[in-house]
């Protein structure tokens, strides 16, 4: 099979596309044959080596994928050969930059119906980090406020979509290239934050703060005072602490995206009711993903990029 593959760490020119076996489904595993794959920020640094999970090399890259079933390992019962499905894969384990991946059966739900296969591999890690943010570690209700930095980005456009769906006013920072995806995506108010700054810019306090943006540490603390008494404070920063104020009870919490298939699968529905919307703004050959990680390299790539092996 055909698949991307880096042998070393390094930039995006360790990347390259050639010839691998094709892997074999062992007990509770899948074998599938890939339709998409999703680019994320985290495989450039799974690629540079920057990103503590401990892979082997040569490593295929891509832990979003959307696909059909071709065989089933031992003791997988609860799936069957043909069967369209999309998963949120092991990020240590060899990934859907691949004509085939093999996936444990315990990450993987049918496939939304509503949408092209291939572009299913867009939202399953994004998706649930948006989720998981919002609702398990947020705890987010109906007619609370939550302000979303950096709602611009893949996370940030389902966590709007998910917010304002679950009857939040939503608060949103954006650029101006991301302004009108941002406002489709349910946000009532919209921060520019290229004219103007965010604690300004916030006129009553909000219960919830999301952080997605790679703000400073001291323009992070100096968010924490929008949220009220007794809120939290969200990021998917791991990169730096969390800021919040223990003496008026701001909480805070940390996002680390876990393959929880039941919240998979209720966004499944989501999409195939209309209620959430995948936004695809690339799709490209397999062959081109090195491209593409040159440039993420850059700051040259925006949205969200699948890549599709040739017809097999």
């Known amino acids: 099979m055909k698949a991307v593959r880096f042998h070393e760490f390094g930039?995006?020119?360790v990347l390259r596309y050639e010839?691998?076996?094709?892997?074999?489904?062992?007990?509770?595993?899948?074998?599938?044959?890939?339709?998409?794959?999703?680019?994320?920020?985290?495989?450039?640094?799974i690629r540079g080596g920057t990103l503590p999970f401990p892979v082997a090399l040569p490593h295929v890259p891509g832990y979003d994928v959307s696909g059909t079933i071709e065989a089933l390992g031992e003791g997988v019962?609860?799936?069957?050969?043909?069967?369209?499905?999309?998963?949120?894969?092991?990020m240590?384990?060899?990934?859907?930059?691949?004509?085939?991946?093999?996936?444990?059966?315990?990450?993987?739900?049918?496939?939304?119906?509503?949408?092209?296969l291939a572009d299913?591999?867009?939202?399953?890690?994004?998706?649930?980090?948006?989720?998981?943010?919002?609702?398990?570690?947020?705890g987010l209700t109906s007619g609370q406020r939550v302000l979303i930095a950096g709602a611009g980005g893949s996370v940030g456009g389902y966590a709007v979509q998910l917010?304002?769906?679950a009857g939040a006013y939503v608060i949103a920072t954006a650029s101006p290239r991301s302004r009108d995806a941002v406002t489709a995506a349910g946000a009532a108010e919209i921060i520019d934050h290229t004219r103007s700054t965010i604690p300004e810019s916030v006129s009553e306090p909000v219960d919830m703060l999301l952080n997605l943006a790679p703000l400073s540490p001291g323009d992070f603390e100096a968010l924490v005072p929008l949220v009220r008494d007794g809120g939290i404070v969200v990021a998917t920063t791991a990169w730096m602490d969390t800021p919040g104020d223990a003496a008026r009870g701001v909480r805070t919490a940390s996002v680390f995206v876990q393959p929880d298939v039941d919240e998979?699968?209720?966004?499944?529905?989501?999409i195939d009711s209309g209620e959430?919307?995948?936004?695809?703004?690339?799709?490209v050959p397999l062959s081109e993903l090195p491209k593409i990680h040159v440039e993420a390299a850059t700051g040259s790539l925006h949205g969200k990029v699948v890549v599709m092996p040739a017809a097999h």
Request: aromatic share 6%; net charge negative; proline share 7%.
């Open 19 to 45: 010839d691998a076996d094709r892997p074999v489904a062992g007990a509770g595993q899948v074998l599938i044959r890939v339709a998409g794959s999703a680019f994320n920020p985290a495989d450039s640094g």
């Open 163 to 165: 917010a304002a769906h």
């Open 77 to 90: 019962n609860d799936l069957a050969v043909g069967d369209a499905v999309v998963g949120f894969l092991p």
């Open 11 to 13: 930039g995006p020119e």
């Open 264 to 270: 998979l699968a209720r966004l499944v529905g989501l």
């Open 120 to 138: 299913a591999a867009a939202f399953p890690s994004v998706a649930l980090t948006a989720w998981q943010a919002l609702f398990d570690l947020g």
């Open 92 to 116: 240590g384990a060899d990934g859907s930059a691949a004509e085939y991946v093999v996936a444990p059966a315990d990450v993987l739900v049918k496939a939304p119906t509503s949408i092209d």
């Open 276 to 283: 959430l919307v995948v936004d695809v703004a690339q799709r």
